[in-house]
């Protein structure tokens, strides 16, 4: 495999090699999310605590499954798998990211930034995946409903995360 890593090294600095190298290793975290996403609910879906008020206007319990209401409210229960799934795989994104795909070290202020963002970013793809996941549930598609979610929750993710990274977090300094 000797080719590949000299082939990496020519190209370290091709804006379209990271992109790919990005790609792959999004790839990677999205069959953890994926992995995730799928069986978290086992242990979760016995989670019957409803969400608190300022979490209750986001994730509407319309249309969803009855186990997943409590009192009128989503339950953790629903949404813990689609937020820690999104949150472990991008964890993993980051740092195989900064090593692999930017081979950056990431200012002091790297891995916070990205924690702001990506806390900010998987709220409201935890909220995207629940709401596609609501409407695929209704349809033929349902056995296919958590993963299609995952899916656009990982695109919307993508055009954000790799120009943060890219032009901010792993930024190279001019020598």
């Known amino acids: 495999m000797g080719f590949v890593k000299e082939f990496d090294d020519r190209h370290k600095d091709s804006a379209l090699w990271?992109?790919?190298?990005?790609?792959?290793?999004?790839?990677?975290?999205f069959v953890i999310q994926l992995v995730l996403v799928n069986t978290m609910p086992l242990v979760f879906d016995a989670i019957k605590t409803p969400l608190p008020e300022f979490?209750?206007?986001i994730f509407r319990p319309d249309g969803l499954d009855p186990k997943y209401v409590t009192d009128g409210a989503v339950t953790w229960g629903y949404v813990l798998?689609?937020?820690?799934?999104?949150?472990?795989a991008n964890?993993?994104?980051?740092?195989?990211?900064?090593?692999?795909t930017f081979r950056g070290k990431g200012g002091k202020y790297s891995l916070t930034v990205y924690m702001i963002v990506m806390i900010a970013l998987i709220l409201f793809t935890t909220w995207l995946q629940s709401a596609v996941a609501d409407v695929l549930l209704r349809t033929s598609w349902a056995p296919l409903a958590r993963t299609v979610a995952?899916?656009?929750a990982g695109a919307v993710q993508m055009a954000?995360?790799?120009p943060l990274e890219?032009?901010?977090?792993?930024?190279e300094k001019p020598e």
């Open 18 to 29: 990271q992109f790919v190298k990005f790609n792959m290793v999004s790839f990677s975290a």
């Open 55 to 57: 979490l209750r206007g």
């Open 81 to 88: 798998p689609f937020f820690l799934s999104n949150f472990i």
């Open 91 to 100: 964890i993993y994104a980051y740092f195989v990211n900064m090593k692999a």
């Open 150 to 152: 995952a899916m656009a």
């Open 160 to 162: 954000v995360i790799f």
């Open 166 to 171: 890219k032009f901010v977090l792993f930024k």
